[in-house]
């Protein structure tokens, strides 16, 4: 009698999978802390208020009945605001507590959205909107990323901050896309089922936008002091102790004057760090203000007025095109770890700026979304390794105020820009905008390439024997 047929699987299916999941970082992403979880959801929740907010920011704004100049005005002082008041808050965040910081932020976020929805002078809404935390173009805004980003680097691993950071950003991009695309539909439904008028379906939208404030309060608030600077977590650990250590109070007394009142708040910056921190500033500010000569809101403009294309197909063009750079994020990760930071940020990044560069170029409507495609294929490819990296070259004491002065710089940076390219699109010269967009993005990745692409080797061998030697400190900690 014949045996039956037996089924067999192969014995490294089980391999394949497990490293197909490693290479898209999702076994680091189960494997980390919960504050790390929190931190991703978190944004995730506070990008998709912001892609709520800025589909109907300027439409709001005008159906209030203010002049364009106005409406350009308020954008603009939007941004000081958010300069002014993000750099003093991270600056002190690790003083005052990053989970303090990020609860304020929350609270700040809800008051803006309840304003928005309640008022409707315009002096009110841009006060609101410098105060509290609104975004005018759908972009980080506020102290939060340099916080989140600090503390991520802090309870991660060097070797895994790449997939962290990879899912980090990608969660960001997917929350900007999904608000956009909730806000356009609940809107639709609202003004055409409902027939409500567009300045009540609006003031809605900033309610659900005040809602999800107090959403990212409370994951805020279920962070552990974990999350907290390390010199922050010893202060704790000797209240807790009821340690005073006097000797030791007297000794280090003796080598440095401490710092009293505001100054015992600020972050204290090494001799060391500070060619490093002008350096990635003066190349973070180029990048920046590349991106601000092409902003978003400026190439959906060209398409529309080159092209005649509709705002559905429009809307549905830049949906694919925010999924596909979202989505790249994640392979970026799996270059990292095998070529560097660095290099995958550099070697990604420039065949997107050549592609930016050429997007005015053709008069073919398909030809040009072509290279509007695959610009943004891999944009945004940098955005994890760029944190990974920073993380890598900053030094822990020193990571949330830097990352503070970054945001500064970006958005100081990127809100000279817009001004610039619109002088050239009245002129006819829109062309010039990419093209000077794309060859700055080109300067500074070859900047970047040409200044850290040694050094990054360097601390990253500097921190894996800082960590061994911690190791080895507690084994033995443990077997005395």
């Not at 990044?349 to 495609?373: C, T, W």
């Amino acid at each position: 009698m014949d045996n039956p047929p037996t089924t067999t699987v192969a014995p490294n299916q089980h391999g394949i999978l497990r490293r197909v999941l490693d290479e898209l970082g999702l076994v680091t992403m189960y494997a980390s802390s919960r504050d790390v979880k929190l931190l991703c959801l978190q944004r995730f929740v506070r990008m998709f208020a912001y892609g709520l907010s800025t589909l109907i920011l300027v439409a709001y704004l005008d159906g209030l009945g203010n002049p364009k100049t106005r409406i350009g005005l308020f954008m603009t002082l939007t941004m000081v605001g958010d300069i002014c008041i993000s750099f003093f808050l991270t600056l002190f965040a690790d003083a005052l507590g990053r989970r303090a910081v990020l609860a304020l932020g929350a609270l700040m976020m809800t008051a803006s959205g309840v304003v928005f929805a309640l008022f409707g002078e315009f002096w009110v809404l841009l006060v609101a909107a410098m105060i509290g935390v609104i975004s005018p173009s759908g972009n980080e805004i506020g102290p939060f990323r340099a916080i989140e980003e600090s503390v991520v680097a802090q309870l991660t691993d060097p070797s895994n901050r790449n997939d962290i950071f990879a899912w980090y950003s990608l969660l960001g991009s997917l929350g900007t896309a999904c608000g956009c695309m909730v806000c356009g539909w609940v809107i639709q439904y609202l003004t055409e089922v409902l027939q409500w008028n567009f300045t009540r379906a609006y003031r809605l939208i900033y309610i659900v936008y005040s809602v999800l404030g107090l959403v990212k309060l409370a994951l805020t608030l279920l962070l552990s002091h974990s999350t907290e600077s390390e010199k922050k977590q010893l202060q704790r650990a000797q209240e807790r102790d009821g340690e005073t250590r006097p000797l030791l109070s007297e000794n280090s007394g003796a080598s440095h004057n401490p710092k009293r009142g505001l100054r015992a708040l600020l972050p204290d910056i090494s001799k060391e760090s500070i060619p490093v921190i002008i350096a990635i500033c003066l190349l973070w500010g180029l990048d920046s203000f590349a991106s601000g000569l092409a902003p978003l809101s400026w190439v959906t403009y060209y398409f529309k007025s080159r092209f005649d294309i509709e705002e559905g197909n429009l809307g549905s063009i830049f949906f694919v095109a925010q999924m596909l750079s979202g989505l790249s994020i994640i392979f970026a990760s799996s270059l990292a770890k095998r070529f560097g930071n660095v290099n995958t940020m550099v070697f990604t990044n420039l065949p997107s700026q050549i592609f930016r560069s050429l997007i005015a170029v053709p008069s073919n409507v398909h030809l040009a979304l072509l290279f509007l495609l695959l610009n943004y294929s891999t944009q945004t490819m940098d955005i994890g390794p760029r944190a990974a990296f920073l993380a890598t070259i900053i030094l822990p004491a020193e990571r949330t105020a830097v990352m503070g002065t970054l945001n500064v710089v970006k958005t100081t940076a990127m809100s000279l820009g817009p001004v610039l390219t619109g002088f050239l699109v009245d002129r006819n010269l829109f062309w010039v905008s990419f093209v000077c967009s794309g060859g700055l993005k080109v300067l500074y990745n070859l900047g970047l390439l040409a200044l850290f692409k040694e050094k990054e080797k360097e601390k990253e061998q500097a921190e894996r024997l800082k960590l061994q030697e911690e190791e080895e400190q507690r084994r033995g900690e443990a077997e005395d």
